[in-house]
């Protein structure tokens, strides 16, 4: 098989395609028939970028883990060299660090790859996720996408995030709707005392609810946080 660089246009430098040649149309340098194509990590040398390069939100990969640059600030002292001051956040395991780098000090810049999934169910301590394009299926353990698997419903969208062929996180919209499975009696006309109760959604997830919610109630959740936020419409 050959390899060529993707021309879909999100996927830009990224990817390449692998091309099986018993499947390479003599017309086209496309792959036909079945999905052939497969998207690997562009096996390029890695990006090695320096302190004057920094902006909020960019990766990085450093000796003791992948981070993503929250804050930065450069300063220049009267006395000494310069440096960039930074918050820092593990996109593993989500913990925020304070660093500080030397003026001009090189480091190596993490492209993320992003890969639209559909969550199909969970097998186990694993999650079968598809890809849309491909219709590939990835098996994920659970513990690697932190409290993720709390806001995933079957046959939802979701984007993982992948680097060197890790999956290090998982992209959640702001909010979510779920529905009860568990919860006490709806007390009605308690509108007002802000009083609440536990509520245990389709996931598993359990969320402090207004009293008057009841069983089988669609909800939207706050990803972010946890919270009940309000009901669904419809």
Do not use: W
Not at 50 to 57: I, R
Not at 98 to 117: C, N, Q, S, Y
Not at 152 to 179: C, F, H
Request: glycine residues 8%; charged residues 25%; proline residues 4%.
């Amino acid at each position: 098989s050959r390899c060529r660089r993707c021309t879909r246009r999100r996927h830009g430098i990224d990817y390449i395609v692998r091309i099986s040649t018993t499947h390479r149309s003599p017309e086209s340098s496309n792959c036909v028939s079945r999905p052939v194509c497969r998207q690997f990590p562009n096996p390029r040398k890695p990006m090695s970028i320096s302190t004057s390069e920094f902006k909020n939100g960019m990766t990085v990969d450093l000796d003791d883990g992948l981070f993503q640059i929250s804050e930065f600030q450069h300063v220049k002292p009267g006395k000494g060299g310069a440096f960039v001051r930074t918050t820092l956040r593990n996109v593993r395991t989500g913990a925020v660090i304070e660093r500080t780098f030397r003026a001009g000090e090189k480091m190596e810049r993490a492209v993320i790859d992003k890969r639209e999934m559909q969550y199909l169910y969970a097998d186990g301590s694993e999650l079968v996720f598809m890809d849309k394009e491909t219709y590939e299926q990835l098996q994920v353990d659970r513990q690697h996408l932190g409290t993720a698997p709390n806001y995933l419903v079957e046959g939802e969208g979701a984007v993982l995030q992948m680097y060197g062929g890790e999956i290090i996180d998982i992209e959640l919209p702001a909010s979510v709707v779920l529905t009860v499975t568990e919860t006490e009696p709806g007390i009605q006309g308690d509108r007002v005392s802000g009083a609440r109760k536990a509520a245990t959604m389709q996931t598993g997830l359990i969320v402090q609810v207004p009293l008057f919610i009841e069983m089988n109630e669609r909800l939207k959740v706050d990803t972010r946080t946890g919270d009940y936020i309000e009901r669904a419409n419809g």
